[in-house]
Nanobody, 125 residues
Framework: DVQLVESGGGSVQAGGALRLSCAAS????????MGWFRQAPGKAREGVAA????????AYGDSVKGRFTISGDNHENTTHLQMNNLKPEDTAMYYC???????????????????WGLGTQVTVS
């Protein structure tokens, strides 16, 4: 079975940084498109970042461009999300997602992903 486990969340002050990780098992992460999504209380889940299979092209939501960086570690079968210059509006539950076939133009769309982790909380004050 495909399993995704997020880690690295926590509480930080505005301007700080966190690095989220998504450990994948049951498949080879480099063959999947990986995405990070987030959901704040009372709001819809939104796409944050995505990386194509093999660590190729990346995509970012407008609100995080220039601050967040997604990367893949094929050796560890792990995907990371480096989050810098965090803002209070970044507070949310962050989820990792994966799938084998994701349309390039839709990599930040929830409907493209069939596998999801349980999330890790990020709180920025």
């Amino acid at each position: 079975d495909v399993q995704l486990v997020e880690s690295g969340g926590g509480s930080v002050q505005a301007g700080g940084a966190l690095r989220l990780s998504c450990a994948a098992s049951g498949y080879t992460a480099s063959t999947y498109v990986m995405g990070w999504f987030r959901q704040a209380p009372g709001k819809a889940r939104e796409g944050v970042a995505a990386i194509s299979s093999g660590g190729g092209a990346t995509a970012y939501g407008d609100s995080v461009k220039g601050r967040f960086t997604i990367s893949g570690d094929n050796h560890e079968n792990t995907t990371h999300l480096q989050m810098n210059n965090l803002k209070p509006e970044d507070t949310a539950m962050y989820y990792c997602a994966a799938d084998t076939i994701v349309r390039e133009a839709s990599r930040l769309r929830i409907s493209e992903y069939g596998y999801w982790g349980l999330g890790t909380q990020v709180t920025v004050s």
